[in-house]
């Protein structure tokens, strides 16, 4: 009885036993570098297609930089976080209109982040005040690194 006694708490200890290391946390990677340049376009449910111009400055996975439409007077300053390849953040939008009355607002943007080529987009588009041109929803930018 002892015997089986001694088997039963080794069975037991070896089940129960194993590794004091935890499980790791899953790493989201590096942030992906998109400081510089960038050319391309915007383009709204509402608005035609525009050249568009960025200027990005990167800390760490911390965004910050400005854009303008090299087609229309459209201008802004952008600001978000990069996660590994993927960019999630904010476009300040500043457009005169043909009466010359300046409209502004902000959009959410989320995409992706890579070295030659991202798309961000912003299914709700520019949120703003009142404005006697129709400010951008549903906005799609492609740009490509410079």
Known sequence: MRVALVVCVVAC???CGGSSVGPSEVSG???TNIAGTWNG??????NASEQLTMVLTQSGSDVSGTWNSTSVSWEGQI???VRSSSFTGKFTFSGTAANGTVCTGTADLVGSAATATM?????SGVIGGSCP??????????????
């Open 13 to 15: 200890v070896s089940a």
């Open 41 to 46: 376009t915007i383009v709204s449910s509402n």
């Open 79 to 81: 600001s978000g976080t």
């Open 119 to 123: 798309a961000w987009t912003s299914a």
């Open 133 to 146: 041109a129709p400010l951008p929803i549903g906005i799609n930018i492609d740009v490509q690194r410079q």
């Open 29 to 31: 990677g590096a942030a």
